[in-house]
Structures are given as structure tokens and as C-alpha cells.
């Protein structure tokens, strides 16, 4: 399995436990049919679409599969239904010593090659946002930002507005690694990760950038506007140590910010690179500030 967070493998492995199981659900059915032995309740009641476990563990998941696609959840809600029911009206067929009915079975195979297919898709889904998402802080990685980059050039011309791009290191990171060791180390990103995302607007895309850096855009009227607004991600994260247990001294960071404005027409390549030299800039002048470089 890829390298995914522990959640994320956790929800994989129960995902296939739950489609594994509702074959195992399938095999009772068989034995309904060769020995005419009952299948069960979570087969035989009106129900039995709520209570199989798949059924149930769907319905725990329903926000992740909806994040996803609410047309598929939906289908895979009716596929699921359909299956129980047409397997339902075969068993009690079969225990009521008649034959089950041919129409009955094509529904139910249907269904159930329909079940997988979806279930397949979902988790390919799963897999792919899980690989462009930083399993440490959530946030996501480069690979998509390429796109939400040319997305944000086409809104800020529609809107009138600027686009700018930060590049955030932490000060002095080393220091806190070696210091607290790497496990305090990973909790001070995700700790700083959140500081950062609760000083942004909803339409400012924060990636992790690699290591102990991170990428924003900005989306503002006028450079002052920018610079305010950097100014203040920078003492966000100076006003927000992290807490460790109840004697220790929290952790404090700073952070240095390289800011740009991006130009009409300009490859994200460049705009990164200016924006890594005002960062550069920022750094040798001081840190624990923002510094703005155009082109």
C-alpha cells in the first residue's frame, strides 16, 4: 500500500473488510440454495441492506463516499437494496421449497457486479486524493497545483484582483528536532499547519511545499493589501506556541515569508522562484517577517 496515513489505511483495509465480508454473505446464500439451510436474518428481513455488515459500515462512511461523488453514494445505496432484495426473494423461494426465479438471479448478478464496480471506483478515488494530500499536516502536495494555479489567474482577471504567491519557511526548524526530537518535530508542522490554515480565506490554497515549507496564493486588490495580509499570517503563527504537557514550556515558531505578485501570463515555475528569493532575502535580514520581491 502506498504511503498513506495511518487513518487513511485504516478506512482502505476496512473498506475491503466490508465488501470481503459481504462476499462471505454471498457464500451463505449459496448453501441456502444447495442445502435449503437458512441464510440468515441479514439476508431474509426487509431490512437486510441495513443490517449486513457492509451495509452498516456504508452507512457510518456516508460522509467520505459523499465527499467524493453523492451520485455514486446514492447508486451504491440502490445497488446494494436491489441485490438484498432480488437474493431475498430467491431464498425464500428456496426455503419455501419452490425454485427460485431466473429473473430474480439475473437482477441479483447484475447488482452485484454493479456493487463492485462502484466499490472499485471509489476506492481508486480514495487511493488518489489520499497521494495528493500530505499524510502528516492533511494539507495537500504540489501535484495539483498547478491547475488550482491557473484556475486562480483566470478568477482574479474575471474578479478585478491580484493573485500573489508565498513561499513560508520555518525559522530555525532544526532546532526544534533537535531539541524536542522528530516526534515533537512532526507535531509542531501539524501544529503550525493548522496556526497557518486559520489566518487564510477560503480561497487561499495552502500546500506543503516540501519539508518545512509551504506554498500559498493569495488572492488581493493591491499589494498593500497583500502585505497586511502576510503580515498577519506571520504573527499568527509567532502568537500561537504549541502547548506540550502541563510543566514543559510550549513550543514557540516563527516563520519567514518571500511574497510575489504574479504577472499576467507568467509560468508558476518563475513565480516560485521569486517568491524563494524574497523568502532568501527575508531570511538574511532577520527572519520572523515577510518580505515582498516583484519582477
Not at 517568491?275 to 538574511?284: N, P, Q, S, T
Request: proline share 4%; hydrophobic share 40%.
Amino acid at each position: 500500500m502506498p504511503n498513506l496515513s495511518g487513518e487513511t489505511r485504516h478506512f482502505i483495509i476496512e473498506l475491503d473488510a466490508a465488501v470481503e465480508a459481504h462476499l462471505d454473505w454471498t457464500r451463505r446464500v449459496m448453501r441456502c440454495a444447495v442445502l435449503h439451510a437458512s441464510p440468515g436474518d441479514d439476508v431474509l428481513s426487509s431490512q437486510a441492506h441495513q443490517l449486513c455488515r457492509f451495509g452498516r459500515w456504508i452507512g457510518s462512511q456516508r460522509p467520505h463516499f459523499e465527499k467524493l461523488s453523492v451520485l455514486k453514494t446514492r447508486q451504491l445505496d440502490a445497488v446494494h437494496q436491489t441485490m438484498h432484495d432480488a437474493i431475498r426473494a430467491m431464498c425464500a423461494n428456496i426455503m419455501d421449497g419452490r425454485p427460485g426465479a431466473l429473473a430474480d438471479l439475473e437482477v441479483f448478478e447484475q447488482s452485484q457486479s454493479e456493487l463492485i464496480g462502484l466499490m472499485a471506483w471509489f476506492k481508486t478515488q480514495f487511493l488518489a486524493e489520499a497521494m495528493c494530500n500530505d499524510p502528516l499536516t492533511g494539507l495537500p502536495l504540489r501535484y495539483g497545483i498547478e491547475d488550482e494555479f491557473l484556475q486562480a489567474q483566470k478568477v482574479v482577471r474575471r474578479e478585478q484582483m491580484q493573485l500573489y504567491v508565498a513561499m513560508i519557511d520555518v525559522d530555525h526548524f532544526k532546532d526544534i528536532n533537535d531539541q524536542y526530537g522528530h516526534a515533537i518535530g512532526d507535531k509542531a508542522l501539524q501544529h503550525l499547519s493548522r496556526s497557518l490554515s486559520s489566518a487564510l480565506r477560503p480561497n487561499e490554497p495552502l500546500y506543503r511545499f516540501g519539508g518545512e515549507e509551504f506554498l500559498l496564493m493569495m488572492q488581493c486588490p493591491s499589494p498593500e493589501a497583500a502585505t497586511i495580509a502576510a503580515k498577519r499570517i506571520v504573527e499568527q503563527v509567532r502568537n500561537s506556541p504549541m502547548p506540550l504537557d502541563y510543566f514543559a514550556e510550549p513550543v514557540r515558531m516563527t516563520i519567514t515569508l518571500g511574497l510575489t505578485q504574479v504577472q499576467n501570463g507568467e509560468f508558476l515555475d518563475d513565480v516560485v522562484a521569486r517568491a524563494d528569493r524574497a523568502l532568501y532575502v527575508g531570511k538574511h535580514s532577520g527572519r520572523d517577517r515577510c518580505v515582498m520581491l516583484n519582477g
